[in-house]
């Protein structure tokens, strides 16, 4: 079974099941049937729904039982039984069918019209009679009031053959060269007849006499049609007392009221093709139109298309299963096409099971290719490296490109693409990340994509003329979006296109172009500090996500994360701790500062031992420092003069405070160190050694 939308209507194949390549040979195709669960487990609605080579013509019997099909070959005719899902009889001709009716109910009465002008009457045993008329036929219908057949071909006559009586009447002589289609109205019994000149006739069976007369090819001949290509009539149905369809050789269809000379609705297949078959669905008031390519199902008030089915093989006739939305189609293919649409109507009661079938596979949805295999392109097999398989059994040549077996693709692409899941899960990531930022403050951009046509747009939006106000919209609009992102849409300077549309980019000058850049930077730095000053209160969240951002979404998934993110808030409310804590320590030591300037003078003390305060020399160059000490320990070597000095330079102790500060740094991350048991040192050669040093 296969599924195909178009136009949005479930279409389900029932004929086709796994699609399997046609070059495959006959003992591959028993071994995947044997091997295969899908192909064994695909539906065949009815058993041996085929032909040898095609089928010509379908119909099925006035009590819905039957099911009737004409093929080569051999020529033969096939009856299916509905009831049983399977094939009736078969039986063989000495020449092809053209045409054939049923005559009774069932399958008891046939009557078949060969090419080589002879007529096969058939009962329910076999063959009955047969008999040859005078002209090739290409049509018969059966009347059933007055059980006469009337037979119409390359002539300009119509036969008549009463099956009562069994023998020839006096033949309806119309005005055309030769006639293509006849159809019999069920309510009021007219017959009409389509004929070579795009003309249809009416004859009343009872009268024996022509009623009237249509010309559909006035509405279908365009200004430019000859003569020659006047359209004829090639299908003919009618829908109750008043309505009919007409099918022409160009793929019109002209719907009728029998009391107006003029189509109230054309219908245009676009094609070209002979229209070879029209239907009407009472219940859903549609209309089935086949050509030889296409199966076009539409509105029979306004014409509108509702679906349609294109041909794999040429169509070549169809029959609607009657208050249902089944229908069966002989094509050029060994296997007739049957194709069921749910919104059309139910399933028949023969097959009343697709209706539950099919509601469960209405989520699904499936694709119409080759299942095990895959269709690459010259430019992917170059990419996967296989392209010295060209000419080989596991590329198959097909169009522009190549099958090849789905296993064998999946292992050069993994092969070839080894990362190529993890890029893809990593830009989803970044996907989202964007998405869920799309709520905060939006800082207006240069694009990197044609900046010279955005520079122009925003140029324009500063401008108040009305006639600009509708050109700035492009850069907010969605439908230009790609426009300024997309690379594939940037503009080539050094095409010829290009150099034509110069002027219409060139209005905006260097200068203007500065300006706009300047403003924009001023409007970034702006939004910026907005949005700084916004995620002050929030600086906790913002910069654990910054810590912790990683593309990899595997690392996420591993429980050391929490902890890591634990102790990252600890640090973060410790650092705020201590930076209270040192604003409080500056203010005490400023207060220590102010009140150590006072000094109390005791009595009975003596300065006898007291030093002057040592100036700072901080701030003095080494020069100056060298200069003021006593000795400078300066040696002279060398008959040149060379120089040699030496110093030693303090080392400037720590004061309290900072002892202080630094025992409780190291009291607060004490926790965090790891333990250093896996270390251990070992000694050779002199040197030292850490071999086991774990991060």
């Given at each position: 079974?296969?599924?195909?939308?178009?136009?949005?209507?479930?279409?389900?194949?029932?004929?086709?099941?796994?699609?399997?390549?046609?070059?495959?040979?006959?003992?591959?195709?028993?071994?995947?049937?044997?091997?295969?669960?899908?192909?064994?487990?695909?539906?065949?609605?009815?058993?041996?729904?085929?032909?040898?080579?095609?089928?010509?013509?379908?119909?099925?019997?006035?009590?819905?039982?039957?099911?009737?099909?004409?093929?080569?070959?051999?020529?033969?005719?096939?009856?299916?039984?509905?009831?049983?899902?399977?094939?009736?009889?078969?039986?063989?001709?000495?020449?092809?069918?053209?045409?054939?009716?049923?005559?009774?109910?069932?399958?008891?009465?046939?009557v078949f019209l060969h090419c080589d002008r002879s007529i096969e009457f058939h009962v329910a045993h076999g063959k009955y009679y047969r008999l040859r008329v005078?002209?090739?036929?290409?049509?018969?219908?059966?009347?059933?009031?007055?059980?006469?057949?009337?037979?119409?071909?390359?002539?300009?006559?119509?036969?008549?053959?009463?099956?009562?009586?069994?023998?020839?009447?006096?033949?309806?002589?119309?005005?055309?060269?030769?006639?293509?289609?006849?159809?019999?109205?069920?309510?009021?019994?007219?017959?009409?007849?389509?004929?070579?000149?795009?003309?249809?006739?009416?004859?009343?069976?009872?009268?024996?006499?022509?009623?009237?007369?249509?010309?559909?090819?006035?509405?279908?001949?365009?200004?430019?049609?000859?003569?020659?290509?006047?359209?004829?009539i090639t299908s003919l149905k009618f829908q109750g007392g008043l309505t009919f369809g007409v099918g022409t050789s160009t793929g019109q269809i002209l719907l009728?009221?029998i009391r107006s000379s003029k189509p109230f609705l054309i219908k245009d297949h676009m094609y070209g093709l002979p229209i070879k078959n029209i239907e009407f669905?009472?219940?859903?008031?549609?209309?089935?139109?086949?050509?030889?390519?296409?199966?076009?199902?539409?509105?029979?008030?306004?014409?509108?298309?509702?679906?349609?089915?294109?041909?794999?093989?040429?169509?070549?006739?169809?029959?609607?299963?009657?208050?249902?939305?089944?229908?069966?189609?002989?094509?050029?293919?060994?296997?007739?096409?049957?194709?069921?649409?749910?919104?059309?109507?139910?399933?028949?009661?023969?097959?009343?099971?697709?209706?539950?079938?099919?509601?469960?596979?209405?989520?699904?949805?499936?694709?119409?290719?080759?299942?095990?295999?895959?269709?690459?392109?010259?430019?992917?097999?170059?990419?996967?490296?296989?392209?010295?398989?060209?000419?080989?059994?596991?590329?198959?040549?097909?169009?522009?490109?190549?099958?090849?077996?789905?296993?064998?693709?999946?292992?050069?692409?993994?092969?070839?693409?080894?990362?190529?899941?993890?890029?893809?899960?990593?830009?989803?990531?970044?996907?989202?990340?964007?998405?869920?930022?799309?709520?905060?403050?939006?800082?207006?951009?240069?694009?990197?994509?044609?900046?010279?046509?955005?520079?122009?747009?925003?140029?324009?939006?500063?401008?108040?003329?009305?006639?600009?106000?509708?050109?700035?919209?492009?850069?907010?609009?969605?439908?230009?979006?790609?426009?300024?992102?997309?690379?594939?849409?940037?503009?080539?300077?050094?095409?010829?296109?290009?150099?034509?549309?110069?002027?219409?980019?060139?209005?905006?000058?260097?200068?203007?172009?500065?300006?706009?850049?300047?403003?924009?930077?001023?409007?970034?730095?702006?939004?910026?500090?907005?949005?700084?000053?916004?995620?002050?209160?929030?600086?906790?969240?913002?910069?654990?996500?910054?810590?912790?951002?990683?593309?990899?979404?595997?690392?996420?998934?591993?429980?050391?994360?929490?902890?890591?993110?634990?102790?990252?808030?600890?640090?973060?409310?410790?650092?705020?701790?201590?930076?209270?804590?040192?604003?409080?320590?500056?203010?005490?030591?400023?207060?220590?500062?102010?009140?150590?300037?006072?000094?109390?003078?005791?009595?009975?003390?003596?300065?006898?031992?007291?030093?002057?305060?040592?100036?700072?020399?901080?701030?003095?160059?080494?020069?100056?420092?060298?200069?003021?000490?006593?000795?400078?320990?300066?040696?002279?070597?060398?008959?040149?003069?060379?120089?040699?000095?030496?110093?030693?330079?303090?080392?400037?102790?720590?004061?309290?405070?900072?002892?202080?500060?630094?025992?409780?740094?190291?009291?607060?991350?004490?926790?965090?160190?790891?333990?250093?048991?896996?270390?251990?040192?070992?000694?050779?050669?002199?040197?030292?050694?850490?071999?086991?040093?774990?991060?």
């Amino acid at each position: 079974m296969q599924v195909s939308c178009p136009n949005d209507v479930k279409i389900y194949n029932l004929s086709a099941g796994k699609s399997l390549p046609e070059w495959l040979s006959e003992r591959k195709r028993r071994s995947l049937l044997k091997k295969n669960v899908d192909i064994r487990r695909r539906i065949e609605l009815i058993q041996d729904f085929d032909m040898p080579g095609i089928s010509t013509s379908i119909n099925v019997s006035k009590d819905g039982q039957y099911i009737l099909a004409t093929g080569i070959y051999k020529p033969r005719v096939k009856c299916f039984d509905v009831k049983n899902l399977s094939l009736k009889f078969e039986r063989c001709f000495d020449s092809e069918v053209v045409a054939f009716d049923i005559l009774s109910d069932d399958y008891s009465k046939l009557v078949f019209l060969h090419c080589d002008r002879s007529i096969e009457f058939h009962v329910a045993h076999g063959k009955y009679y047969r008999l040859r008329v005078p002209r090739f036929g290409r049509d018969i219908k059966y009347h059933y009031p007055s059980c006469d057949l009337f037979v119409v071909g390359d002539s300009n006559e119509i036969y008549r053959i009463n099956l009562e009586r069994g023998q020839f009447l006096q033949s309806f002589l119309t005005e055309s060269m030769s006639i293509n289609k006849c159809e019999i109205n069920p309510s009021h019994h007219l017959l009409t007849v389509g004929t070579q000149e795009g003309k249809i006739e009416a004859w009343d069976p009872r009268t024996r006499s022509k009623v009237g007369t249509l010309d559909c090819a006035l509405y279908c001949v365009g200004q430019d049609n000859k003569l020659e290509t006047v359209p004829a009539i090639t299908s003919l149905k009618f829908q109750g007392g008043l309505t009919f369809g007409v099918g022409t050789s160009t793929g019109q269809i002209l719907l009728y009221d029998i009391r107006s000379s003029k189509p109230f609705l054309i219908k245009d297949h676009m094609y070209g093709l002979p229209i070879k078959n029209i239907e009407f669905h009472q219940k859903m008031d549609m209309i089935y139109s086949m050509d030889s390519s296409i199966v076009k199902i539409w509105d029979r008030n306004n014409g509108k298309l509702y679906t349609s089915i294109e041909a794999q093989n040429d169509f070549n006739d169809m029959c609607i299963i009657p208050n249902t939305g089944m229908f069966v189609i002989a094509n050029e293919n060994t296997k007739m096409q049957t194709y069921y649409i749910p919104s059309l109507g139910p399933a028949p009661y023969w097959c009343s099971f697709l209706d539950n079938l099919t509601e469960e596979l209405e989520e699904l949805n499936y694709e119409t290719i080759y299942d095990d295999y895959k269709f690459v392109t010259e430019k992917e097999l170059d990419e996967l490296g296989l392209s010295h398989l060209k000419g080989t059994k596991l590329l198959r040549a097909y169009m522009h490109g190549y099958f090849m077996d789905i296993r064998l693709y999946r292992k050069a692409r993994d092969v070839m693409k080894p990362f190529e899941f993890e890029v893809y899960k990593k830009k989803r990531i970044q996907q989202k990340i964007q998405e869920t930022c799309g709520s905060r403050v939006q800082i207006q951009k240069l694009p990197s994509v044609n900046k010279e046509l955005a520079f122009k747009l925003m140029d324009d939006e500063t401008n108040i003329k009305k006639k600009k106000k509708s050109a700035s919209n492009l850069l907010k609009d969605d439908r230009f979006k790609a426009l300024f992102s997309n690379p594939d849409f940037q503009v080539d300077k050094n095409s010829e296109e290009y150099s034509l549309l110069n002027p219409v980019i060139s209005q905006l000058d260097k200068s203007k172009a500065r300006k706009l850049k300047l403003r924009i930077a001023e409007e970034e730095s702006r939004q910026k500090m907005e949005i700084d000053r916004d995620n002050e209160e929030n600086q906790d969240n913002s910069s654990d996500e910054s810590f912790i951002h990683d593309d990899s979404s595997s690392d996420d998934e591993k429980p050391w994360v929490k902890e890591v993110k634990r102790q990252y808030r600890l640090i973060k409310k410790i650092g705020k701790q201590d930076e209270e804590e040192d604003e409080s320590v500056k203010s005490n030591d400023q207060n220590l500062e102010n009140h150590s300037r006072l000094f109390e003078i005791k009595d009975h003390v003596e300065f006898k031992d007291a030093k002057p305060i040592a100036k700072k020399q901080n701030k003095a160059s080494l020069g100056d420092r060298l200069k003021n000490q006593e000795a400078h320990n300066v040696t002279v070597s060398g008959l040149r003069g060379n120089r040699e000095m030496t110093f030693i330079i303090g080392k400037k102790k720590q004061s309290g405070r900072a002892k202080l500060q630094v025992k409780r740094h190291g009291k607060d991350y004490k926790h965090l160190l790891r333990p250093a048991g896996n270390l251990y040192r070992k000694k050779r050669n002199g040197d030292l050694l850490f071999p086991n040093i774990l991060y």
